[in-house]
C-alpha cells in the first residue's frame, strides 16, 4: 500500500465470555465458581487479529489486557 504503515498504528482491545458446562482446571475451581472461557483480542483498526489468547472465564478484563500490555 503506498503512503501507508507496514505496522498497525493503533490497537483495540476485547473480550469475550462463553459459558461451558466443562469445568475449567482445578486452581480455577478454587478461585472461582465460574464455568467457562474467556478470550481477549487485539485487532487493528481494519479488524484483523494481531494476537488472542484464551483462559478461564475467572481472569477480569484488566488482568487480561495487562498479558498483551505488560509494565
Known amino acids: 500500500m503506498i ?5 498497525p498504528s493503533v490497537g483495540i482491545i476485547d473480550s469475550q465470555s462463553v459459558k461451558t ?9 478454587m478461585l472461582a465458581k ?6 481477549h483480542i487485539i485487532v487493528d483498526t481494519v479488524g484483523l487479529v494481531i494476537a488472542a489468547e484464551v483462559h478461564s ?5 484488566r488482568d487480561g489486557a495487562q498479558i498483551f500490555c505488560p509494565s
Open 34 to 39: 465460574i464455568k467457562g472461557r474467556k478470550r
Open 57 to 61: 472465564a475467572s481472569i477480569q478484563d
Open 3 to 7: 503512503g501507508k504503515n507496514k505496522t
Open 21 to 29: 458446562t466443562q469445568k475449567g482446571d482445578p486452581e480455577d475451581m
